[in-house]
């Protein structure tokens, strides 16, 4: 199978990876534009440092500045919910950005909570993303997913009856 990686996979693998197999084989719940979006983003960042000026302000991420230099992009979220799959998404967009030559760091905005938390993309983290993305490697080339696991996700899960009916 041939397949790219996604900012999304990245998300579904830490809420459930039997989503991520759902998902790699066009089991998809619902179409999600924001990875296409940002997918397009990066790659006109990329463009544009080609030209050595990086637009900043026609980005579509959430927050996306210069802090001293440094590319800053973030998102803004309604809750703390689900920050552990936007932190890992956010460093899987930092990598694919440092794979471009581009530093970044990232931020992760929670107004309601009064929230902001700081992404910076270490030697641990991108270990930590590029083990996961090799997991989620695997887990698309298998057969058949993983079986379904209870989890606190499953409640509000889009493939719910399709796992639990
Ligand atoms: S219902 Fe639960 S087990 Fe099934 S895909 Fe969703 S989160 Fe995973």
């Given at each position: 199978m041939d397949f790219n990686i996604t900012g999304t996979m990245i998300w579904y693998y830490y809420i459930c990876p039997r989503q991520v197999w759902l998902m790699s084989h066009g089991l998809e719940p619902d179409q999600d534009d924001e990875n296409i979006r940002i997918g397009r983003l990066i790659g006109k960042i990329a463009y544009e440092r080609e030209k050595k000026e990086?637009?900043?302000?026609?980005?579509?991420?959430d927050i996306l500045r210069t802090e001293k230099g440094r590319l800053v992009v973030g998102e803004i979220k309604k809750?703390?919910?689900?920050v552990e799959s936007a932190s890992k998404q956010l460093l899987f967009y930092l990598l694919q950005l440092k794979e471009m030559g581009i530093e970044a760091k990232g931020e992760l905005l929670i107004p309601e909570e009064r929230k902001k938390i700081e992404i910076n993309l270490g030697e641990k983290e991108e270990r930590e993303i590029r083990e996961a993305m090799a997991n989620i490697e695997k887990i698309a080339l298998e057969n058949f997913p993983p079986l379904p696991q209870k989890n606190?996700?499953?409640?509000?899960?889009?493939?719910a009856e399709f796992c639990w009916a």
């Open positions: 990086v637009d900043i302000t026609t980005g579509k991420f809750s703390s919910r689900f606190k996700y499953c409640k509000n899960c889009a493939y």
